[in-house]
């Protein structure tokens, strides 16, 4: 049966909005209306990988193992919220459907002859991290970076965070987990947010360097206005409009958001790994960022990123590998940045009286040590000829009352 389904926001959300479909559909439609599936090189990849050896962790409202799309696919979970199962197999919150969509898209196998929904990455294992949205005794920020650091340590070499903290900046406490997770070689891929659900702007956690952001693009690959925030941190564009996913309890549902474009980008990296398990995280993005397809005459826009993705591309095509590293990013701005909030300006310290202080030297060097008493070549130069004129006439002057006293002094010595 495939239904209504209803995604609510919080201070830190969940970013995706639902589409109505009112009556039931069968099974085998639901794979008819995966569209990206041919229409993005999914099904060519195919050929070469399904995304086996590579595991995903879903940071979401929990996944629904038991759904006949997903069963099996769960291979660990837990619950960082306190009000979910330990697992993280139940979903929480409002809108607990979520990350079973959210998996559905990236590792649905699908069951019976062809029927319900296929992920981009049908082989690859998942990780459910429930948390709640606005529910719990953990701030949903806390409960973010502990669900970063638990996927670390069990295992994932992918995460997926199909939510916006709808802020640009983030808290420090995701400093240390998300660079705990890159220095890990782990890669997380983050959604832009959605324009409809009030988020104009991208924000944490695709706003931080060295995460892969994804923008959302209709059936068209045009820009989705309506589904997907813009910024300058976009890295690639997937489909976010007219997306099929499961819902807990074996059901269905149509949906926008980025929240499903998201998903089909992490399930994108699943392949990559598994076909390219020698690459690095840095190598694994650039490789997808690489070959997507550009939009407009913009080698990267605030709308697209470097394009909309293309999986054949990705997987099969000789791309150079770089020196790009996503922690060395994250770090920089660290550096840069958090340091200037943090530390005050120091007063210069007075040197020892015992000690004379060297004279101060400015940048561009010593210009005139004797002060105003004689002019520079500048003051020459821009004052002009009268004061030129003005100091051969001085010197003149000051040369014959010289000249002067001199006389004097030897008519003094004849007498």
Same mark, same amino acid.
């Given at each position: 049966?495939? =239904?209504?389904?209803?995604?609510?926001?919080?201070?830190?959300?969940?970013?995706?909005?639902?589409?109505?479909?009112?009556?039931?559909?069968?099974?085998?439609?639901?794979?008819?209306?995966?569209?990206?599936?041919?229409?993005?090189?999914?099904?060519?990849?195919?050929?070469?990988?399904?995304?086996?050896?590579?595991?995903?962790?879903?940071?979401?409202?929990?996944?629904?193992?038991?759904?006949? @799309?997903?069963?099996?696919?769960?291979?660990?979970?837990? @619950?960082?919220?306190?009000?979910?199962?330990? %697992?993280?197999?139940?979903?929480?919150?409002?809108?607990?459907?979520?990350?079973?969509?959210?998996?559905?898209?990236?590792?649905?196998?699908?069951?019976?002859?062809?029927?319900?929904?296929?992920?981009?990455?049908?082989?690859? /294992?998942?990780?459910?991290?429930?948390?709640?949205?606005?529910?719990? %005794?953990?701030?949903?920020? %806390?409960?973010?970076?502990?669900?970063?650091?638990?996927?670390?340590?069990?295992?994932?070499?992918?995460?997926?965070?199909?939510?916006?903290?709808?802020?640009?900046?983030?808290?420090?406490?995701?400093?240390?987990?998300?660079?705990?997770?890159?220095?890990? @070689?782990?890669? &997380?891929?983050?959604?832009?947010?959605?324009?409809?659900?009030?988020?104009?702007?991208?924000?944490?956690?695709?706003?931080?360097?060295?995460?892969?952001?994804?923008?959302?693009?209709?059936?068209?690959?045009?820009?989705?206005?309506?589904?997907?925030?813009?910024? &300058?941190?976009?890295?690639?564009?997937?489909?976010?409009?007219?997306?099929?996913?499961?819902?807990?309890?074996?059901?269905?549902?149509?949906?926008?958001?980025?929240?499903?474009?998201?998903?089909?980008?992490?399930?994108?990296?699943?392949?990559?790994?598994?076909?390219?398990?020698?690459? @690095?995280?840095?190598?694994?993005?650039?490789?997808?960022?690489?070959?997507?397809?550009?939009?407009? %005459?913009?080698?990267?826009?605030?709308?697209?990123?470097?394009?909309?993705?293309?999986?054949?591309?990705?997987?099969?095509?000789?791309?150079?590998?770089?020196?790009?590293?996503?922690?060395?990013?994250?770090?920089?701005?660290?550096?840069?940045? =958090?340091?200037?909030?943090?530390?005050?300006? /120091?007063?210069?310290?007075?040197?020892?009286?015992?000690?004379?202080? !060297?004279? !101060?030297? !400015?940048?561009?060097?010593?210009?005139?040590?004797?002060?105003?008493?004689?002019?520079?070549?500048?003051?020459? =130069?821009?004052?002009?000829?009268?004061?030129?004129?003005?100091?051969?006439?001085?010197?003149?002057?000051?040369?014959?009352?010289?000249?002067?006293?001199?006389?004097?002094?030897?008519?003094?010595?004849? =007498?």
């Amino acid at each position: 049966m495939m =239904r209504r389904a209803l995604v609510g926001l919080a201070a830190l959300a969940v970013v995706a909005s639902a589409v109505v479909v009112a009556s039931p559909a069968a099974a085998d439609s639901i794979r008819d209306r995966q569209y990206w599936l041919n229409q993005y090189g999914i099904t060519q990849a195919w050929n070469t990988t399904r995304g086996a050896g590579v595991t995903v962790a879903v940071i979401d409202t929990g996944i629904d193992g038991s759904h006949p @799309d997903l069963t099996g696919q769960v291979v660990g979970g837990t @619950d960082v919220s306190g009000v979910g199962a330990p %697992d993280g197999q139940t979903p929480v919150g409002e809108s607990s459907e979520h990350g079973t969509m959210v998996a559905s898209l990236l590792a649905g196998h699908g069951h019976g002859d062809g029927a319900g929904v296929i992920g981009v990455a049908p082989e690859a /294992k998942l990780l459910a991290v429930s948390m709640g949205f606005g529910v719990g %005794d953990v701030s949903s920020d %806390d409960q973010i970076a502990n669900a970063v650091r638990w996927a670390v340590d069990n295992g994932a070499d992918v995460i997926n965070m199909s939510l916006t903290r709808n802020t640009l900046e983030w808290p420090e406490s995701w400093d240390d987990a998300f660079l705990y997770a890159m220095h890990n @070689d782990v890669v &997380i891929v983050a959604a832009a947010g959605n324009r409809g659900s009030g988020t104009t702007q991208v924000g944490a956690p695709a706003t931080m360097p060295g995460v892969l952001t994804v923008a959302g693009v209709d059936r068209n690959g045009s820009a989705s206005f309506d589904a997907s925030s813009q910024g &300058i941190t976009i890295s690639v564009a997937a489909p976010s409009e007219e997306l099929v996913g499961a819902l807990p309890g074996g059901e269905y549902a149509l949906w926008n958001g980025t929240s499903g474009a998201t998903p089909l980008v992490a399930g994108l990296v699943a392949l990559v790994r598994s076909a390219h398990p020698e690459l @690095d995280a840095g190598n694994v993005i650039n490789r997808i960022t690489a070959t997507a397809t550009q939009v407009g %005459d913009e080698a990267v826009s605030p709308i697209y990123g470097h394009g909309r993705i293309n999986a054949v591309a990705a997987v099969l095509s000789s791309v150079p590998t770089v020196d790009d590293d996503p922690a060395t990013e994250l770090e920089e701005w660290i550096r840069l940045y =958090r340091r200037a909030e943090s530390e005050p300006t /120091k007063r210069p310290e007075t040197p020892p009286t015992s000690t004379p202080a !060297p004279l !101060p030297v !400015p940048e561009a060097g010593i210009q005139n040590p004797l002060g105003t008493l004689l002019p520079t070549v500048d003051s020459l =130069r821009n004052t002009g000829v009268p004061l030129l004129v003005y100091l051969v006439f001085g010197g003149l002057l000051a040369g014959a009352s010289v000249a002067a006293a001199r006389a004097s002094r030897r008519q003094r010595d004849r =007498r």
